[in-house]
C-alpha cells in the first residue's frame, strides 16, 4: 500500500508555543489530505480537510485559526497547533488519499502524540 | 443516534479462536466500507477495502457488508496474538471525501 509519513510521533511542549506536524505522501501523489483527533479509547475525528493550494477546510467546532493548515506541495500538508494549551493535548493522525477519485482508499500516517504542559 | 454503531468491547478470544467484529449504520448512502486496525499510538491500518453488499476474504480476514440490514462484518480466523488492536470500521458515500468511523472495538487475543 502507499505510505503516508508522519512527523514527529511524539513532542512535548509548553503551554503557549506552536508545534508544526508534518504529513507526507512518500510514493504517491495526494491532492487531498485528512487531519484526524483522537483522544484516548475513542474513535477517529475528522479536523479538516486539506486541498494542494487551496485554503483548507475545517469541521464544525475546530477553529481555523488555531489549527492551521498548509497544503503547499501535493505531497506533503502541515498541521500548526499554534498557541498550544494542555487540553489540546491529544493523538493527531494525517491521512492522504491515494488518487483523485472520491472513493480512491485512504492511507494513514503513523500518528503525533501531543503533549502540552 | 451515531452514524455508524460499533460494540466498544473489549472483547477477549483465546489464540486461534475466529472473531467476529460488527458495525452497523444508519447512512443508507455509504457504498464503500473499510476495515482499519490501529495499534496503540499508531495510525489505522487498512485491512480490507469493500464496495456496495457482499464478501470479500484476504487471508485470514473475511469482510462482509448486508446493505439492506445496514450492516458489516470483519472476521478473522485463526486469531493470533498479534492481532491484538482495535479495530475501526468506517464507511462512505460516493460523491464524499470523508470516512465515518464507528469508535473502534479493542480485541484481545489471549495465548
Known amino acids: 500500500g502507499a505510505v503516508v509519513s508522519q512527523h514527529p510521533s511524539w513532542v512535548i511542549c509548553k503551554s503557549g508555543t506552536s508545534v508544526k506536524i508534518e504529513c507526507r505522501s512518500l510514493?504517491?501523489?495526494?491532492?487531498?489530505m485528512f487531519w484526524y483527533r483522537q483522544f484516548p479509547k475513542q474513535s477517529l475525528m475528522l479536523m479538516a480537510t486539506?486541498?494542494?493550494?487551496?485554503?483548507?477546510?475545517?469541521e464544525q467546532g475546530v477553529e481555523k485559526d488555531k489549527f492551521l493548515i498548509n497544503h503547499a506541495s501535493l505531497t506533503l500538508s502541515t498541521l500548526t497547533v499554534t498557541s498550544a494549551h494542555p487540553e489540546d493535548s491529544s493523538f493527531y493522525i494525517c491521512?492522504?488519499?491515494?488518487?483523485?477519485?472520491?472513493?480512491?482508499?485512504?492511507?494513514f500516517g503513523s500518528g503525533t502524540q501531543l503533549s502540552v504542559l | 443516534q451515531k452514524e455508524v454503531e460499533q460494540d466498544p468491547g473489549p472483547l477477549s478470544v483465546p489464540e486461534g479462536a475466529i472473531v467476529s467484529l460488527n458495525c452497523t449504520y444508519s447512512?443508507?448512502?455509504?457504498?464503500?466500507f473499510m476495515w482499519y486496525r490501529q495499534y496503540s499510538r499508531k495510525g489505522p491500518e487498512l485491512l480490507m477495502y469493500?464496495?456496495?453488499?457482499g464478501n470479500k476474504e484476504d487471508g485470514r480476514f473475511t469482510a462482509q457488508v448486508d446493505k439492506s440490514s445496514k450492516y458489516i462484518s470483519l472476521f478473522i480466523r485463526d486469531s493470533q496474538p498479534s492481532d491484538s488492536a482495535t479495530y475501526l470500521c468506517?464507511?462512505?458515500?460516493?460523491?464524499?471525501?470523508?470516512?465515518?468511523f464507528g469508535g473502534g472495538t479493542r480485541l484481545m487475543v489471549k495465548p
Open positions: 469493500t464496495y456496495s453488499s
Open positions: 486539506s486541498n494542494e493550494g487551496s485554503k483548507a477546510t475545517y
Open positions: 468506517a464507511m462512505s458515500n460516493n460523491a464524499g471525501n470523508m470516512l465515518t
Open positions: 447512512n443508507s448512502a455509504f457504498q464503500y
Open positions: 510514493d504517491f501523489q495526494a491532492t487531498t
Open positions: 491521512s492522504a488519499r491515494a488518487g483523485v477519485a472520491t472513493n480512491e482508499k485512504l492511507f
